[in-house]
């Protein structure tokens, strides 16, 4: 994902540079050619785009690879990128027809040609890696090169989604001289065409620099990026910016910290940006659990949880309280949750529910959560979740945490009743809050099917190009999640980012299609 501009070092290299890279302005210029230091706690868990489904890994693909298409900064309807046009070429949506750039490079020379767009396609499917983005293009039937510059993708069945899909990072371009077809390339490096290369890449960091040969729809306003990782600790992260030592906090520091820093508690040359988010969290249910598995107790819970509570006790105002599965700021979101179940919570109904389904005594329930992975705050989420159904009276809720590894195994396995999951959406779209959920095969692993969900409103959404025309479809199956409640929707989140005083550019960084575009950075 894309877009970029140029930056200053010395009166000759400006020159060569203009000439290379797809514009000059006077903010760029400003620069002075200052590389700048971005701060995560997430993990990199690849550098192969076949392999990296996680947000760190996307962060450093959104930089390094170009994709087909891409999301315009603020926007959510994507754009041409490495393609000079895209379109669907029947009245279907199964047949998607682009067309490449003139000249296309990668970074280390190699000409991009559809060969390389079909080859990266292919691969990812072919290689199927547990931790990658297969998943996404379950729906190629095969993909064929007219000519060089020409990529046809044929569906197997109607995708109006398709176009956001091959603008994620899942559809990153890899050059297929240098990655293996069969098999994931784990040596760190990466060889893409987007706005920077990857110069190396170890636990501590990663290290990027403008790759003169790119050829996309932005232009860069630094000389280079150092990706710095603190693997969850906060604290780290906190001292490194506080010390200097990097400029911009990005998905790391807890909501604590980002509120005492909106209030100016802390240092004074240090700001707080805010932005859009669709990030999203549920408490999953495992219909196949004794007791989880009961409509009456997920209807309980719904009606017990205080997501105000929750928002202002644990997240100090930073995120928003979420009423349906698709999050607002998105065609079609609604507020099911909160039309079948109330504004605040409810003892009296609760235990009217409970009662009518023969249920007596105290619901005994285990609440199972992960330390880190869906944010710093999450135990504490749901020790604050387990507090409410306790003070109901009606149930014996307990919490249990475990290490994400020991976590997704045990939720693949069915081990648990009731559980957290955490959503960084694939692609603006509310499709990706309701497929991957909802429909077959759903990455939840709590066993629930509808069929009126699977069998007809996923296929005749997956058929409407026009987004908005799908909102009475999107509406009912949020009705639907709401009255069978498989999940609840807890919060929305926002993005922040804790700068440096001096840092431009982040407010271009952090909207709904979650691209942190690095090349939009510059120092006042």
């Not at 179940?341 to 009662?355: C, E, F």
């Not at 759903?442 to 959404?461: E, G, K, M, Q, W």
Request: hydrophobic content about 40%.
């Amino acid at each position: 994902m894309n877009t970029r501009n140029l930056w200053s070092i010395l009166p000759v290299v400006m020159g060569v540079a203009c000439g290379l890279l797809t514009g000059c302005d006077d903010i760029g210029a400003l620069d002075g050619g200052t590389r700048m230091v971005v701060g995560t706690t997430d993990d990199v868990l690849a550098t192969d785009p076949a392999s990296g489904y996680d947000p760190g890994s996307w962060l450093l693909f959104d930089n390094v690879f170009q994709t087909l298409l891409s999301f315009p900064k603020g926007g959510t309807q994507p754009q041409p990128e490495a393609a000079d046009n895209c379109s669907f070429t029947d009245t279907r949506a199964q047949v998607y027809r682009c067309v490449l750039k003139d000249g296309l490079v990668f970074s280390n020379g190699d000409p991009l040609t559809s060969e390389d767009v079909k080859f990266s396609f292919d691969r990812v499917r072919r290689i199927d890696d547990a931790g990658g983005p297969a998943i996404m293009f379950t729906g190629i039937k095969n993909v064929e090169t007219p000519d060089e510059r020409t990529v046809v993708f044929r569906l197997k069945s109607p995708d109006a989604t398709f176009p956001s899909k091959i603008a994620s990072a899942a559809g990153s371009i890899v050059d297929h001289r240098r990655y293996p077809a069969n098999e994931l390339l784990t040596d760190g490096r990466a060889v893409g065409s987007g706005p920077y290369r990857l110069d190396s890449f170890t636990s501590g960091k990663a290290v990027l620099s403008v790759n003169e040969r790119y050829k996309g729809t932005g232009t860069m306003h630094n000389s280079g990026i150092t990706l710095r990782l603190f693997h969850g600790d906060q604290e780290a992260l906190k001292r490194a910016l506080l010390d200097h030592d990097v400029d911009i906090a990005y998905r790391g520091l807890d909501a604590r910290t980002v509120a005492d820093m909106q209030q100016h508690k802390t240092l004074k040359d240090i700001d707080v940006v805010d932005g859009d988010s669709a990030e999203i969290q549920h408490l999953v249910f495992n219909l196949d659990d004794p007791v989880a598995g009961k409509l009456a107790v997920r209807r309980a819970v719904a009606l017990l949880v205080d997501r105000e509570a929750l928002v202002e006790e644990v997240y100090h105002d930073t995120v928003l309280p979420l009423y349906s599965v698709v999050p607002s700021g998105l065609a079609g979101h609604n507020t099911a949750f909160f039309d079948a179940y109330g504004p605040r919570p409810s003892r009296d109904k609760a235990a009217r529910v409970l009662h009518l389904a023969g249920i007596t005594g105290k619901v005994r329930l285990t609440l199972w959560s992960t330390p880190a992975r869906y944010g710093p705050a999450t135990d504490q989420e749901v020790r604050t979740i387990a507090a409410q159904l306790n003070a109901s009276g009606l149930f014996d809720a307990d919490v249990r945490s475990v290490p994400f590894s020991q976590y997704e195994k045990d939720v693949a396995d069915g081990r648990y009743g009731v559980y957290v999951k955490g959503w960084v959406p694939d692609y603006p779209d509310p499709d990706n809050f309701i497929a991957p959920f909802f429909g077959t095969g759903n990455v939840l692993r709590n066993h629930y099917a509808n069929s009126t969900i699977t069998d007809v409103l996923i296929p005749r959404t997956a058929a409407q190009s026009d987004r908005a025309a799908d909102a009475p479809d999107f509406d009912r199956v949020q009705h639907i999640v709401a009255e069978d409640v498989p999940v609840l929707p807890l919060w929305q989140g926002k993005q922040y980012a804790i700068i440096r005083a001096d840092v431009r550019g982040v407010e271009y960084c952090l909207d709904a299609s979650t691209v942190f575009r690095f090349w939009e950075l510059w120092r006042r």
